[in-house]
């Protein structure tokens, strides 16, 4: 029996040059060139910058073979009653620079693939929104939540 921990799909261009995910059903071929894309986790951060170009910021940790982070916000975001949460992809999947970066890696032999954990991304809070729920303002809001809960 094989467990599936995670789930590949390739970056491919379509004839109108957007891009599609296809989900990986082939094993990898030995010896074929390949970039992974992991996705890791989702953080939550009370005061975090939007990240311009998202093809700039994945070449880069390429590159430099280095993890590296996306700044986005969440969109279309849908809840359910068992405490799971679903939204898009939390990057703009029709970025220029991020076309240009596939179209390259692609013509220098790579394929491209996004890596995504099958049990969903874990969501977390961010180092700036920790220490914002551990000052006088966040445990004020904390308060106020629960003193609502209570009421209800």
Not at 62 to 73: T, Y
Request: with cysteine; charged share 30%; proline share 5%.
């Amino acid at each position: 029996m094989c467990l599936t921990l995670f789930t590949l799909f390739w970056y491919t261009l379509d004839m109108k040059q957007e891009l599609q995910l296809t989900e990986v059903t082939k094993p990898i071929k030995k010896g074929e060139k390949i970039i992974i894309l992991e996705l890791t986790d989702i953080q939550l951060h009370s005061n975090a910058r939007i990240s311009k170009s998202t093809g700039d910021v994945i070449d880069r940790s390429i590159k430099n073979n280095k993890p590296g982070r996306i700044f986005s916000p969440l969109k279309n975001q849908t809840s359910s009653t068992d405490n799971k949460m679903t939204f898009e992809i939390p990057f703009n999947m029709q970025d220029p620079s991020l076309h240009k970066m596939i179209a390259d890696y692609q013509k220098q032999g790579y394929r491209v693939m996004i890596k995504k954990p099958t049990s969903g991304l874990p969501i977390l809070l961010g180092k700036d929104a920790q220490e914002f729920m551990e000052s006088k303002n966040g445990k004020r809001i904390l308060r106020g939540i629960a003193k609502r809960k209570d009421k209800e």
